[in-house]
């Protein structure tokens, strides 16, 4: 199965990373505006109609389960490993489990990788770009 992979350096200790993955208010900095449920261990969140059940969380691990309703990326595991290394959190990007590689995931790793610059950017410098102000990789979104 292909995964989508990437990789970030962030000026800040892997606390602070770890806190902005796992508070729904630190979601909505940096991925999406409307984010709402819980996004430590054992809670879901969600926003869009997409379903997230976050499965471990620790400061080196936070590791997501998708449950809909978007078919090509059901049963995907999004893991976030967090790596302290020369002064910046390394943030090891994954989201395993796609069939095959279709189209909608070329897009989907364009936009996990301006995601997890929108990160970067919150975590440094407390303003990210989450969606709907996000980066647009193509004409109509």
């Known amino acids: 199965m292909p995964d ?9 200790e892997p ?3 770890f806190e ?11 991925w999406d505006e409307k984010a709402s449920g819980e996004a430590a261990e054992g809670g879901t969140f969600e926003f869009r109609g997409n379903r997230f059940k976050v499965v471990h969380a620790d400061p ?7 449950s809909g309703p978007a078919k090509e990326w059901e049963s995907t595991e999004i893991t ?16 395993a489990g796609w069939r095959e590689p ?4 070329h897009h989907c790793s364009t ?3 301006t995601f ?5 950017d919150y975590v440094e410098h407390g303003d990210g770009r989450p969606s709907p102000r996000d980066t647009k990789i193509a004409v109509n979104g």
């Open 116 to 120: 997890l610059l929108s990160l970067k």
């Open 111 to 113: 936009k996990w990788a």
């Open 102 to 105: 279709v189209e909608f995931m």
């Open 60 to 66: 080196s691990l936070v590791t997501w389960h998708y």
């Open 20 to 30: 902005v993955l796992t508070t729904v208010e630190g979601v909505r900095h940096w």
């Open 80 to 95: 976030f490993r967090l790596e302290w290394r020369d002064g910046q959190t390394i943030v090891l990007f994954k989201q």
């Open 15 to 17: 606390q602070r990373v």
């Open 4 to 12: 989508i992979l990437h990789l970030v350096g962030i000026a800040a």
